[in-house]
């Protein structure tokens, strides 16, 4: 089996949408108010297809510097590394300036959430969680 820089690549990928989307989806689910959630879910997967639609472009021309063993076949995965240290960094401030939530309950059917107004009635639209 011959491991190519791009099957590394896919399985990065993979493995960083399986980390980051549930911790992500999490987040806007603690942090929207329960009436605009929906919104806030959507702002998430358009910010995500924005992201790859404009960055897609100019990664891919850094990619292709590093179809070659020369010092520029770093360059995408500085770039890369770059904005994930931004991210994180972004995420640290929001953090401790209290932004963000850093422990809240767990939205789970037997857990009722903490900013439906009346948690002892279900959603006449039948929209809960068996």
């Known amino acids: 089996m011959v491991i190519t820089p791009a099957g590394v690549a896919v399985a990065l990928l993979v493995l960083g949408h399986l980390v980051a989307g549930p911790v992500a989806l999490d987040l806007v689910a603690r942090v929207a108010p329960v009436e605009r959630r929906g919104a806030y879910f959507g702002l998430l997967a358009s910010t995500g297809g924005m992201a790859v639609l404009v960055l897609g472009v100019p990664l891919g021309a850094l990619y292709d510097l590093a179809e070659q063993a020369r010092p520029a076949a770093a360059l995408p995965w500085a770039a890369v590394g770059a904005l994930a240290a931004a991210a994180a960094v972004a995420m640290a ?34 929209s809960e969680i068996p």
């Open 93 to 126: 401030l929001l953090l401790r300036r209290g932004h963000l939530p850093t422990a809240g309950p767990a939205l789970h059917p037997d857990h009722p959430d903490p900013d439906d107004p009346d948690p002892d009635h279900p959603d006449p639209r039948g």
